[in-house]
């Protein structure tokens, strides 16, 4: 079975001393729960796996019992280690301050106890952490799925991946297109703004927000501002409220508006947001165009192409911890530029969607940055960038 590189991350942290809890992070169906028991099937450290998935959410006392039930399996082996996986932590009410009373106990009593917790909803999980366990913890942040991750584990190639995205649940759907559309529909995006989004949020327009997303994803890599998206929804709202719904939707690995680049952070708050999705099949099953006729339009594959590469850029810069951005003057323009250090680097994505831009040229003279190239047409080939270790263009 495929592991991803987060396993040997997993594995040796749970070989070292006991020192933070391990908390397995990311959007729905990247492989997490997946990623634990390929890790248990390998360490030698005797373990106890449970779910709070079937767990009534009020009952406060069942991260207790099965703590209980670890430290008594523990003590009865005379153990020198044990292990405790908790999946689905955040359905339950007040998590944070149960797996703290426990941690802290155990700190307390010097008992060699480690603890791994993930769930499916990265924001609850989020919440429960910040509230809560604040220097007890340490994050395994598993993104989207990588080019390079599809085509080893499913042989897809690349123009697949820039349509069908990286969802390892779909690959195998992708020869019967509205199976696969309806899979990521019902169980990608229905659970992740149901369960994920309204439920964590105080959320007061439920339709509104679910019609901003599919919005959203139709007009991946590109400027809309809030007004105008404003005008398309036919809920009443406001352009605060928008900007409010679409943070919690970037929060969620979902879909972002990137905001213009500029020395002046009032002008960067203030520009007009250029939607990105963090996975092109969420542009892909809102689209309602096939991959053969978006694959055949050089002008609707450019966009597909610039979304491929915008969704690569995001998964791995909560890796990395730098910005990202896109820069626009008059008529020229950069799609992405990555911002760290004080640095940037600029980036421009060339396919059939565009003729001509000298916003690259541009861009070098007004704010020199570190590096600046173009993947696509003339440069990089995209098949190329998208397996990319973007840590080694910040060194």
């Known amino acids: 079975m495929f592991k991803r590189a987060q396993f040997k991350e997993l594995l040796s942290r749970i070989l070292e001393p006991r020192d933070k809890i391990q908390v397995i992070s990311g959007p729905r169906q990247v492989g997490k729960s997946t990623l634990v028991k390929q890790v248990l099937q390998e360490t030698t450290v005797p373990h106890l796996l449970v779910s709070a998935d079937n767990v009534e959410e009020t009952n406060n006392a069942w991260i207790g019992e099965m703590w209980a039930t670890a430290r008594a399996r523990m003590r009865a082996a005379k153990m020198d280690e044990y292990l405790l996986v908790i999946d689905e932590v955040h359905k339950l009410d007040n998590w944070s301050e149960a797996v703290k009373k426990e941690w802290d106990e155990d700190t307390f009593n010097d008992l060699n106890l480690k603890v791994v917790i993930l769930g499916s909803s990265r924001l609850l999980l989020k919440d429960g952490l910040t509230e809560s366990l604040a220097g007890r913890y340490e994050l395994i942040r598993m993104p989207h799925w990588s080019y390079a991750e599809m085509h080893e584990a499913f042989n897809m ?12 649940g779909g690959a195998k759907y992708i020869n019967d297109e509205r199976r696969w559309r309806r899979y ?4 990608i995006i229905a659970p992740a703004i149901e369960r994920d989004v309204l439920q964590t949020k105080t959320i007061y327009k439920p339709a509104l927000m679910k019609q901003m997303f599919e919005l959203g994803c139709t007009y991946s890599s590109e400027e809309l501002s809030l007004n105008k998206m404003l005008g398309q929804l036919q809920d009443a709202g ?19 508006g990137l905001q213009k680049y500029a020395y002046d952070n009032a002008r960067k708050y203030n520009s007009v947001p250029k939607l990105m999705v963090f996975n092109t099949a ?3 099953a809102q ?10 339009t050089p002008k609707l594959w450019g966009r597909w192409v610039e979304s491929a590469v915008g969704a690569y ?4 810069a909560d890796e990395y911890d730098y910005k990202l951005y896109y820069w626009r003057e008059r008529e020229d323009e950069v799609d992405f530029i990555i911002e760290y250090n004080k640095q940037s680097i600029a980036i421009e994505v060339k396919s059939g969607r565009r003729t001509t831009n000298e916003g690259l040229g541009v861009f070098r003279d007004r704010f020199h940055p570190k590096q600046s190239f173009v993947v ?12 990319w270790d973007i840590g080694n263009l910040l060194e």
């Open 157 to 168: 190639d690349v123009d697949h991946f820039i349509y069908f995205g990286g969802y390892p």
């Open 184 to 187: 990521i529909k019902d169980s």
């Open 238 to 256: 406001n352009v605060t409220t928008l900007a409010s719904y679409l943070s919690t939707l970037d929060e969620s690995r979902l879909l972002c």
């Open 282 to 284: 969420l542009f892909s």
């Open 287 to 296: 689209s309602g165009t096939t991959f053969n006729k978006a694959f055949t």
């Open 313 to 316: 850029l995001l998964n791995q």
């Open 376 to 387: 696509g047409s003339g440069g990089v080939p995209i098949e190329e960038f998208l397996r």
